[in-house]
């Protein structure tokens, strides 16, 4: 017997024959003698529908009530839930997230979960309740709801599994797991079976979209394990859990590529003190946030600086740049949008040499130049022509001994 989170997404309730195959597999749970909270998406789409509701209801639409109007997506599908579940005869009862009990900051759009009251979630697990909480809405010190993000859903999911002490959080989606690289670039990609919450969170922020990065932070902060799975299967997913000293022996667990990068180049800038933080300092002001940063230098006292930012910050910093070059003395600013971030991920880089010297090769087979580089503990990240995006993470996913068996 065993205390389960159980969170469905998007898909997973996207209509009452969906919603009934969800209370099916609730049940089953529940009948073998787990105790089951699950935790429910909006019906897929309808966030999006609500948002736009909101935009032609008002040019810029308050932030306060679009979170009263986004949190109706979950409320809607928590009540259905629980209303089949009822039907077929068994004790379950919807929560809200403020009736859950779920606190956040002040936030709105995107409040972070401070605490979760869960006297309530548990007295209703221990009087045999299915409890159905509404995913990806709290309330603040106001008493006023709030929404957690776009998909905020998984960040309940694993913040309840926390305050409940669950023994797993398992995450039910329309995929059948995290992959070692995306299926629809590369054919060879293979299900990964256990991997650890730091190269998850490597994953998610580099754009793999199977988990909100905030929920992976929780879960790894208060030690959730995670069970990434299709709610279309019985097929076992994705276990992520805490690092173990055998994850080691994997020197690459994933190739990703994120194609929502800018580039942006001061070229020929005075090499003295103080110069970087003139152009870094405007540009943190306005709150862009600035992923890979290189600096050549050249003869001559000047210097070339290149810098990458978002796809969504990219006119904003490219404005702030123009004006930074005068003062500066930069010879000019240079931009490319057409480009790629290609990582590679990986605990075993800890413990191995080479990772890089690998990944240099693979693509200088393919011909590819790499334009930036990046390192962090457990991740390798090289900027390339987008055009070439696929072909590295190709090659990359067969020169790290990923591909699946043909
Ligand atoms: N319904 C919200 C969204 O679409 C939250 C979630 O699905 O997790 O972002
Ligand atoms: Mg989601």
Redesign the pocket.
């Known amino acids: 017997m065993a205390l389960k989170v159980q969170k469905y997404?998007?898909t997973s309730v996207a209509d009452i024959s969906r919603i009934k195959n969800v209370a099916e597999r609730v049940v089953k749970a529940y009948d073998r003698g787990d105790s089951v909270v699950v935790v429910l998406?909006?019906m897929a789409g309808v966030?999006n529908n609500l948002i736009d509701l909101a935009n032609s209801a008002s040019k810029s639409p308050d932030k306060h009530e679009l979170d009263v109007l986004l949190a109706t997506?979950?409320q809607t599908t928590a009540a259905l839930l629980a209303m089949i579940l009822k039907s077929m005869g068994y004790s379950a009862k919807s929560l809200l997230g403020f009736q859950a009990g779920i606190l956040t900051d002040m936030t709105p759009g995107k409040a972070r979960i401070l605490d979760i009251q869960s006297n309530r979630i548990k007295e209703l697990i221990s009087h045999g309740y299915i409890v159905v909480v509404a995913?990806?809405q709290g309330r603040d010190m106001n008493g006023d709801i709030t929404t957690l993000g776009?998909?905020?859903?998984?960040t309940s999911a694993v913040a309840i599994a926390s305050a409940v002490n669950a023994d797993v959080c398992e995450i039910y989606t329309d995929v059948d797991g995290v992959y070692t690289t995306d299926p629809r670039i590369c054919d060879r990609a293979r299900k990964i079976n256990i991997i650890s919450y730091d190269e998850m969170l490597e994953m998610a922020i580099l754009g793999a979209k199977v988990l909100q990065i905030r929920s992976v932070e929780f879960a790894k902060k208060y030690n959730v394990p995670v069970h990434v799975r299709s709610s279309f299967s019985e097929e076992e997913g994705t276990m992520v859990v805490n690092e173990s000293s055998d994850m080691e022996s994997v020197v690459v667990s994933g190739i990703t590529c994120d194609k929502n990068e800018a580039r942006i180049t001061f070229k020929k800038v005075p090499d003295q003190p103080g110069i970087s933080a003139k152009i870094f300092s405007p540009l943190a002001d306005e709150e862009i946030m600035v992923d890979m940063i290189i600096q050549n230098t050249r003869s001559g006292g000047e210097t070339d600086l290149t810098f990458t930012v978002t796809n969504d910050d990219f006119e904003k910093a490219k404005e702030i740049s123009e004006e930074v070059a005068e003062e500066v003395g930069a010879e000019e600013i240079l931009i490319a949008r057409d480009i790629a971030k290609v990582s590679v991920i990986g605990l075993g880089m800890k413990s191995h040499s080479g990772v890089a010297a690998t990944m240099f090769s693979a693509l200088a087979s393919e011909n590819i130049n790499i334009r930036l580089i990046s390192t962090s503990e457990i991740r390798i990240s090289c900027i390339v022509q987008a055009k070439y995006a696929e072909l590295a993470v190709r090659a990359l996913h067969s020169a790290f001994g990923l591909d699946k068996e043909s």
């Open positions: 997404g998007g998406s909006a966030t997506g979950e995913g990806f776009r998909g905020g859903s998984d």
